[in-house]
C-alpha cells in the first residue's frame, strides 16, 4: 500500500491547515492510520490515530483540543485538521497504516512520503 500526503504549507501562528492522506491501489478501510511528525534530529512522534471504523481516535497531548483526525471511507481518506497551529508544530507529518490504532511507530505497516508543515511566529 502507498499512502499519500498532501496539505502541508507555511501557515502563520494561530492559523489552520488540513493533511489529507489517501491510498493508492489499495482500500483503506481495513486498516487504522496514524499522523507522526517529525524534526530534524528528532524521533519520529506520534500525533493522532483512529480505527478503522473510525470508532476510536488518540491524540498525543501536545496537540489534545487542537487538531482532529478524521476519516471517510467512503473516499478513501484520512484527514488531520490543525487548528491553533504554533511554531513547535513544525514537522514533516508523515500519515501511515496498521492493523490496529497504536501510538507505536513500530507497529505501522506502511507510511506515506511526508508533508512539511512550516509554522511561523
Known amino acids: 500500500v502507498q499512502l499519500q500526503a498532501s496539505g502541508g504549507g507555511l501557515v502563520q501562528a494561530g492559523g489552520s491547515l488540513r493533511l489529507s492522506c489517501a491510498p493508492s491501489?489499495?482500500?483503506?478501510?481495513?486498516?487504522?492510520v496514524g499522523w507522526f511528525r517529525q524534526t530534524p534530529g528528532k524521533e519520529r512522534e506520534f500525533v493522532a490515530g483512529i480505527s478503522r471504523s473510525a470508532g476510536s481516535t488518540y491524540y498525543a497531548d501536545s496537540v489534545k483540543g487542537r487538531f482532529t483526525i478524521s476519516r471517510d471511507n467512503a473516499k478513501n481518506t484520512v484527514y488531520l485538521q490543525m487548528n491553533s497551529l504554533k511554531p513547535e508544530d513544525t514537522a514533516v507529518y508523515y500519515c501511515?497504516?496498521?492493523?490496529?490504532?497504536?501510538?507505536?511507530?513500530?507497529?505501522?505497516?506502511?507510511w506515506g512520503q511526508g508533508t512539511l508543515v512550516t509554522v511561523s511566529s
Open positions: 501511515a497504516a496498521t492493523p490496529i490504532l497504536t501510538n507505536d511507530p513500530l507497529k505501522y505497516l506502511y
Open positions: 491501489g489499495r482500500t483503506f478501510s481495513s486498516y487504522a
